[in-house]
């Protein structure tokens, strides 16, 4: 379920910030996947790692999981054009990309995304598509990342232009 190990200072954070405990993760992830199940007849994520960071997002209260859950589910049912295709190779998406609005870098204990405005063209760009775009690189972290949300992430914008 998870890349790699937590550092120990990582795990004091996200003990500390998250309520994380280690032997409480699993079950944690465990009820919300059946619970998920019970409510939902619709396809949803539920895997691992993307999972484990939604409940951290919610510092692992279940009730709060569910919430956000639900809002999650109504956002993409009122916002469609930010959740479907999604496909990073598209035509529409990869001029977006190509214009370098949004660079994730970091180290392997802090993620950071640098956000550049002036490189996108307002009279040509639906701001819809970008912010589909944000949401894929933060989906990138949710599924890839496992210190994304236990110690967050830095997005550095640029508003220069």
Known sequence: MYVRPLTKEIEKKAREELNEKPDQREECVRHIRTWIAKEYQLKFRSDGLWLLNFIRGCKFST????????????????APEIFTHRDPLLAEVQEILNRGPIIPFGTPDKECVLIRWNVLDPDKMIFYDFMKIALMVLDVYMNESDTCMAVGHYAIIDFSG
């Open 63 to 78: 009730q709060r999981v569910k919430e956000k859950f639900e809002t999650y589910l109504n956002l993409k049912v009122t």
